[in-house]
């Protein structure tokens, strides 16, 4: 996790593998990057004294960053482990190590994912001003999320998006994370920093990291029971049943929600919503392990080809 955009503001100090490259060609060596506070988790590198520890709370946006932690913070399926050394801080475990970058990013600004159970997931969200020194046992405020609906990634929506509720309030959000160009068409167009997010996600790209947005918006029960009545007669088809559901997916994603006619959820051609609401941009920078280098290497001396994937 190396740099984000939030309403328009970019954080993370440091350079990029890429600037550094560039910078060498040149010839010229850039300073290294500032060390993170020592009570950030072990590998995490991001370095911003305005978002660290609660320090969010200062900044005149702090309402969007809440927001866009918060997204960090439920949207994935990282499951969580407590080892008897430190009970009270978990062990991510992620299938994609994106989302453990994510999480782990919440957590050192205060926004705690604390376990999952079957569909509830449970968060914790320091109370303290400095979170590098609250305990977030005593010092916080925890919320029970019900999980209503997961939207898995898929390469015509390239976005994934899960429905969440609000086990006090009753309230019911949509989040949406995913490439830019899947999820930006459908921001909503008051959004006042919408061409100040785009140039950052162009400038994370050209300094060669991965970038994703997040985004979401409420819904009313109303349109929550609507578009689930259709995903669940949708889930019994015996044919075409995973096109159904990713085109339900796509309907609720883009807000095609056609009031009195749900079956227009169905119809590619009804036209779509800019309601999500910007959270912000992820911006991942990719790293090999120790000693891959020197692997690498070794293998190229014995004449072994070497493809890299992605």
Known sequence: FKKCSIAGIEYGEGYCEV????ARKNGTLLPDDPPPPAACDKGFKFVDDRLLFGNWRNEQTSDMIQQFFFNLMVNHEVQVEYGSANPEMPLFQAESPDEGAFVSAARNMGFFFSKRMMRDVHTVVSQSADASKANILHDSKEIVWTLLASNAFDNNRKRTSIVIQDNSTGKILLLVKGADT???PFVEAACPYFDKTQQHIDKFGDQGLRTLVFAGREL??????????LYEEAAKLAEGREAALRQLASHLEEDHMSPGLPSAL???????QKTLKLHGVTALEDKLQENVGDCIAQLAKAMIKIWVLT
């Open 19 to 22: 600037e550094r490259a560039i």
């Open 266 to 272: 169905f119809d590619a051609s009804t036209a779509y």
């Open 220 to 229: 009313s029960q109303q349109q929550w029971d609507e578009w689930n009545a």
């Open 182 to 184: 899947s999820v930006m």
